[in-house]
């Protein structure tokens, strides 16, 4: 049996009725490919084998590695030995890729922004993370729940709460709740603006949330001479729409 290490910040679902609803509600078309992020015991591989999927599990655990390729054979040449933080997602085939995962806590913001840097091939991502960061990532514009990357990820995906999952599902249970979510791609292939800097925007507004955004936009714009509506408002206030339009204004008094 793996054993959970607190370092990794590994919480394993035992119950597969939950398991199975993940890797259902993760929408594919046969021979589409599949990554798992950190597949721990297996217990959301099993199902995912079920299905005629091209699939890639990645665990940086070397006993997790030996656990799933001595419970599934043909998982050797495809079960990838690595942190996925590091990978090149290009080394996967296919133009779609689907990524699938119950991901560390510790680390899910950061897979996150990887999507973000692969967001024109990654067509959907279902996972299971800590509540409090799933609902934040689901949040309406208006919420104090709404920040960073509820904008950045709803401005390329649609973003889904599904579930929720008690700590008695985990061995070991966590201290707090998580939930299940699903981004799956919109068809905006790009933004009408600068998409780095819709990011710096949106990053520089919301680590001054409390200020109006004329205060804390001049960590990036030292000259605000002229005068737009959205500058009087708080970030949690604009949709994705209107931090694009800030973006494209911010854009043009830089010119």
Same mark, same amino acid.
């Given at each position: ?49 079920? $299905?005629?999927?091209? *699939?890639? !599990? ?6 997790? +590695?030996?656990? %799933?390729?001595?419970?599934?054979? @043909? ?90 999952? $008690?700590?008695?599902? *985990?061995? !070991? ?6 939930? +299940?979510?699903? %981004?799956?791609?919109?068809?905006? @292939? ?41 500058l009087s408002k708080r970030p949690e206030q ?18």
């Open positions: 049996m793996v054993r959970p290490k607190k370092h990794l910040g590994q919480h394993f679902l035992t119950d597969p009725s939950i398991a199975r609803r993940i890797v259902d509600s993760l929408n594919t078309e046969p021979g589409e490919v599949v990554i798992e992020v950190g597949p721990g015991t297996g217990v959301l591989t099993e199902w995912i084998l079920e $299905k005629d999927l091209h *699939f890639f !599990p990645v665990e940086i655990d070397s006993e997790s +590695v030996e656990h %799933l390729i001595s419970r599934w054979p @043909s998982l050797e040449g495809t079960l990838v030995n690595g942190d996925f933080l590091l990978l090149d997602l290009s080394q996967f085939p296919g133009d779609k890729l689907h990524i699938l995962g119950n991901f560390p806590y510790n680390i899910s913001s950061q897979i996150f922004f990887k999507v973000l840097e692969n967001r024109k091939r990654v067509e959907s991502v279902v996972c299971m993370l800590q509540k409090e960061v799933a609902e934040r990532i689901c949040s309406p514009h208006g919420s104090k729940k709404y920040g960073i990357l509820s904008v950045l990820l709803q401005a390329y995906f649609k973003v889904e709460y599904l579930f929720s999952v $008690k700590p008695g599902s *985990f061995h !070991p249970p966590p201290k707090v709740n998580s939930g +299940v979510i699903r %981004l799956e791609r919109n068809t905006r @292939s790009s933004l009408p603006c600068d998409e780095v800097l819709f990011h710096r925007v949106v990053k520089a507004v919301f680590n001054h949330r409390r200020k109006m955004i004329r205060n804390s936009i001049q960590s990036i714009l030292l000259n605000l001479d002229r005068q737009h509506e959205l604009l949709d994705v729409e209107q931090f694009i339009e800030l973006t494209s204004w911010v854009e043009s008094q830089d010119g």
